[in-house]
C-alpha cells in the first residue's frame, strides 16, 4: 500500500482504482438519470440525433456543476466518492479550488482515453495519479473514519 505525505504532515491512503471506477458508476448513473428525465420534458430540435442535440451543452454544465460542485463542497466528494469513503484533495490536503475543479472534470476524458490506450498497448496503467489529477496536483484518498 502506498501512503502520500503532504506538507501538513499527515499521511494518506490513495484511492484503488476499482473504488474510483465503482465511484464513477455510480455518480454517472445519477447524471444519466438526471440528463434522462429532463430529456423526456423537453422538446428536442430534433429527435432523429442521439448524441449532438442542441441539448447536449445543457448536459455537460450539468456534469461541471455536479462534479465540481462536490469536489470543492466541505464534503470533497461525489455522492459515489462519499459513499465509498473516499474524498479529493489537493496537494495540501485541503478543498480544491473551483478552477482545479473545473480542470479537473473537463480533463477526465482525456485521462480515461490514455489510459485506455495504455490498456490497449499492454503497458502498465498508473494505480493512483492519472492525467486529470497531475494537472491540478490533487488525489483521491480514502476518508479517515473518525470514531466517538
Not at 131 to 142: L, Q, Y
Amino acid at each position: 500500500m502506498q501512503a502520500i505525505y503532504l506538507k501538513s504532515g499527515e499521511k494518506v491512503v490513495p484511492a484503488s482504482i476499482r473504488m474510483r471506477a465503482i465511484a464513477l458508476v455510480i455518480d454517472a448513473v445519477l447524471i444519466v438519470t438526471i440528463a434522462a428525465i429532463a430529456d423526456y420534458y423537453t422538446i428536442s430540435s430534433n429527435e432523429a440525433t442521439f448524441i449532438w442535440k442542441p441539448e447536449t451543452l445543457i448536459y455537460i454544465v450539468l456534469g461541471w456543476l455536479y462534479f465540481a460542485g462536490a469536489e470543492t463542497s466541505h464534503v470533497q466528494a461525489t455522492l459515489g466518492k462519499y459513499l465509498l469513503g473516499l474524498k479529493v484533495v489537493d496537494k495540501h490536503n485541503g478543498r480544491l479550488t473551483l478552477k482545479n475543479a473545473t480542470i479537473r472534470y473537463f480533463a477526465k476524458p482525456l485521462s480515461i482515453m490514455i489510459m485506455l490506450m495504455r490498456f490497449v498497448r499492454g503497458l502498465p496503467v498508473a494505480k493512483h495519479r492519472y492525467f486529470h489529477n497531475r494537472v491540478t496536483d490533487s488525489h483521491v484518498v480514502k476518508q479517515a473514519r473518525h470514531y466517538t
